[in-house]
C-alpha cells in the first residue's frame, strides 16, 4: 500500500512532465505557433529554424506530455495543440517570465519603440473602434492562420502580401497590426513598412492566444 509521501511524489511527478516537455525553447517555439494553427513537421521545422529530424525529436517530447496531437493527412504528419489550455499555458508561462526577468524585459523592448504600441484602454475599446471604422485592425500572420483564428473585425494581410496590398488601407485613420504574438516581429515589421509609407501604423502586441480565442 502506498505511502502519504509515495502519492504525494508521485502527483508531483506527474505535474513536472508538463515542466520538463516545456523547458526547451524551441519546444516553446513550436507551442507558440501550434498556437497559431495546424501545421506540418516540415512548416515547423522552416518556421522555427531547425531541421525536421529535431522538429520531430521535440514534438515526440511534446507529444509524450500530451501537450500536442499528430494527425496524419496523407504524406504528412501535421500537429495541432493537443488542449485549448495548452495557449492558456504558454501565455500565463511567457507573462510570468516577462513580469520576474528584467533580461526579457529589455529583450522585449528592443523589439518595438513604446511610440509604435497600441495604448488603448482596454480590449473592449479596441473592438469598439474597430466595429466602428475608427480603426482598422490587421493580421499580418499567414492567411492559413488568419483562417484558423483571428481577432474581431480584423482583415487578413500577411506581411508577405503588405507592400502590395497598400492601397486598400486608409491613411485617414490608425492601423494596428497584430501577429503572433509579443516575441513575434512580423508586426513589428508591418508597422514600420506602412510607417514609412504614412500610414498611422501602431503595433499590437498580443496575438489569438493572448486574447484567448479558440484555435481547436
Known amino acids: 500500500m502506498s505511502t502519504n509521501r509515495e ?45 525536421v529530424k529535431l522538429a520531430s525529436a521535440h514534438l515526440k517530447e511534446l507529444r509524450t506530455a500530451r501537450l ?3 494527425k496524419r ?12 489550455e495548452v495557449p492558456r499555458f504558454w501565455v500565463l508561462l511567457r507573462s510570468l ?12 523592448r528592443q523589439l518595438v519603440a513604446s511610440s509604435t504600441e497600441w495604448h488603448g484602454a482596454s480590449r473592449d475599446e479596441l473592438l469598439r473602434k474597430a466595429r466602428d ?28 502580401e503588405l507592400r502590395a496590398r497598400l492601397s486598400e ?11 503572433r504574438g509579443p516575441f513575434c516581429l512580423m508586426s513589428v515589421d508591418a508597422v514600420a513598412l506602412l510607417q514609412s509609407q504614412g500610414y498611422p ?3 499590437l502586441r498580443d496575438g489569438v492566444a493572448e486574447w484567448g480565442v479558440e484555435t481547436v
Open 7 to 51: 502519492i504525494k511524489d508521485a502527483l508531483f511527478e506527474q505535474v513536472a512532465r508538463i515542466a520538463k516537455a516545456a523547458a526547451s525553447p524551441k519546444r516553446l517555439e513550436l507551442i507558440e505557433l501550434l498556437c497559431q494553427s495546424p501545421k506540418t513537421v516540415e512548416t515547423l521545422a522552416r518556421e522555427a529554424g531547425i531541421s
Open 133 to 160: 471604422g475608427e480603426v482598422v485592425v490587421i493580421d499580418v500572420r499567414p492567411a492559413c492562420e488568419f483562417e484558423q483564428a483571428h481577432l474581431p473585425f480584423a482583415r487578413s494581410m500577411p506581411l508577405s
Open 169 to 179: 488601407l486608409p491613411k485617414d485613420r490608425p492601423i494596428v497590426a497584430y501577429c
Open 97 to 108: 517570465a516577462e513580469d520576474r526577468l528584467f533580461e526579457l524585459q529589455d529583450a522585449l
Open 73 to 84: 493527412r496523407g504524406k504528412h504528419i501535421v500537429y495541432s495543440i493537443a488542449s485549448l
Open 68 to 70: 500536442v496531437d499528430p
Open 201 to 203: 501604423a501602431l503595433q
